[in-house]
C-alpha cells in the first residue's frame, strides 16, 4: 500500500506550468494521505480559485497518484493560497527560474545590463546609447536591445537605418543585427523601428505577443561575440520586463532616474521588481540633474537630490548624474550621439561608462574559465 510519502513524492512530478515549477517545490501541497480503502486524498492550494490551469493540474495529479499500488481512487481538496503563502511561491517560482535560464543567443561571455526606470520621459534611451556609444569607443564591441517595443527610438539616436538582415535556412535561420563602427569598436543594434515600414508606425500590441517579440530578439538574432549587451527597457514592471528578467537572469540593472523626487519613488519599483528577480542593481545614474551655463552656473531646474536618495535607499552607488544638455537631444535627432563630441553631458557619459568598464560591470574574463579550457584541445599524458 502506498504511503502519504510516496503521494507527496510523485506528485514533485506535477509542474505548474506558468510558474515553471513542482507544485511540492512551490508548497503548493499542504498534505497528502492515503487512507485504509485506497482512496488518497491530496489537499492543493492554489493562487487563485479561479486559475484556468486547475483542470490540467487535477488531471495531472491524478494521473500520476492513481498508478501507486493499492491507490483505488484520488480525491482532491482545493484550497486556496493565503496572501503570504503566495508572496513565497512566487519568490520560489522566480528563484528556479534564475537558476535554470532557458537558452538564448546571447554569450556567457557578454555583461548584460539593463538600462530600467520606473516611468516614462526621464531620458533612459538616450542614456543607453550614449553610454553603448561611449564604451564602443573605447574599443568594445557593445550590442543595444531596443527592448521598448511600443516606444522603439534607438535607430533615430544611433543613426542607424535599413532592415534587418538574415543568414540561414529553414530552422537554422537567424536574424543579424545592424551594425555601427565607432573608433574602434561596434555597435551591434536590434530594434522594433528596424522592421516596420515607419517609424511612425504605432504598434498595437499586448502583453504576450510584447513578450514573444523580445523572446524572438533573444533566440532567434545571431549576436554574435559581444563584450556588452545593453537593453534599452520599456518604462514600468510589466510583462516585457519580466520575460526579460527570466531569459537573462544573470543581468545586471542600471536604474534611471531624475531629480525629483517624484521620480524616485517610482524608480524604486522598477528597482524592487529587479530585485524580486534576482537581478543585481548596479547603480543609479541621475538624468537631466541641472542646467549648467557656458560660464559654468549650474541651475537644478528639477529640483535636487533623486538620484542621491534613491542610490542610498537602495545601496547602490550613485554612478553620474548627467546635466541637462541640448547637444544630447540635437545628437539623439540627427543620429549622432553626444558622448562623440564635447560638452558637459558627454563627459560625465564619459566618466560613467569608464567607470562601468573599470568597476562596475568590467569585461567577462573568461580566459582561465572551463568554458574556455573546452575550446582548446587537451593533450593527455600517456
Given at each position: ?59 495531472d495529479v491524478v ?34 527560474i534564475a537558476d ?38 573605447m574599443g568594445f ?242
Open positions: 500500500m502506498a504511503t502519504a510519502d510516496d503521494v507527496l513524492a510523485v506528485l514533485r512530478g506535477v509542474i505548474d506550468p506558468e510558474l515553471g515549477a513542482d507544485i511540492v517545490t512551490l508548497g503548493m501541497v499542504p498534505s497528502t494521505a492515503v487512507e485504509a480503502d485506497g482512496r488518497a486524498r491530496v489537499s492543493i492550494a492554489l493562487t487563485t480559485m479561479g486559475c484556468p490551469l486547475r483542470a490540467q493540474i487535477r488531471n494521473g500520476r497518484v492513481e498508478q501507486l499500488a493499492g491507490v483505488t481512487s484520488v480525491k482532491i481538496d482545493w484550497t486556496e493560497l493565503s496572501d503570504q503563502a503566495k508572496a513565497d511561491v512566487m519568490a520560489t517560482a522566480r528563484k528556479n535554470n535560464p532557458p537558452e538564448t543567443q546571447i554569450s556567457p561571455m557578454t555583461r548584460v545590463v539593463m538600462i530600467a526606470s520606473g516611468k516614462g520621459g526621464v531620458g533612459k534611451s538616450s542614456v543607453t546609447c550614449n553610454l553603448a556609444a561611449a564604451v564602443a569607443s564591441t557593445v550590442g543595444v536591445l531596443d527592448a521598448d517595443i511600443w516606444g522603439y527610438s534607438v535607430p533615430r539616436m544611433l543613426g542607424i537605418e535599413g532592415r534587418l538582415g538574415g543568414v540561414g535556412e529553414g530552422d537554422e535561420a537567424k536574424i543579424v543585427p545592424n551594425q555601427r563602427k565607432i573608433g574602434s569598436g561596434r555597435l551591434k543594434v536590434v530594434s522594433m523601428g528596424f522592421l516596420v515600414e515607419q517609424e511612425e508606425t504605432a504598434l498595437m500590441w499586448r502583453g504576450l505577443i510584447l513578450n514573444r517579440a523580445v523572446q524572438h530578439f533573444l533566440e532567434d538574432v545571431r549576436w554574435g561575440d559581444m563584450d556588452y549587451l545593453l537593453i534599452d527597457m520599456p518604462p514600468g514592471t510589466g510583462d516585457v520586463q519580466m520575460g526579460l528578467a527570466k531569459m537573462l537572469p544573470r543581468a545586471e540593472v542600471v536604474i534611471v532616474t531624475t531629480p525629483a523626487r517624484a521620480a524616485q519613488k517610482v524608480a524604486a519599483r522598477a528597482a524592487s521588481m529587479s530585485r524580486k528577480n534576482y537581478l543585481r542593481i548596479a547603480g543609479v545614474i541621475e538624468n537631466m540633474s541641472a542646467f549648467v551655463t557656458p560660464d559654468g552656473e549650474s541651475y537644478p531646474i528639477f529640483g535636487s537630490g533623486g538620484g542621491a536618495d534613491l542610490a542610498d535607499e537602495l545601496g547602490v552607488p550613485l554612478l553620474g548624474q548627467v546635466p541637462i544638455d541640448g547637444d544630447v537631444a540635437e545628437g539623439g535627432d540627427l543620429g549622432e550621439p553626444a558622448v562623440l563630441a564635447d560638452g558637459v553631458a558627454s563627459a560625465e557619459f564619459r566618466r560613467i561608462a569608464e567607470l562601468m568598464v573599470t568597476e562596475v560591470t568590467p569585461p567577462v574574463d573568461m580566459g582561465s574559465c572551463t568554458v574556455r579550457l573546452m575550446e582548446s584541445p587537451v593533450t593527455i599524458a600517456t
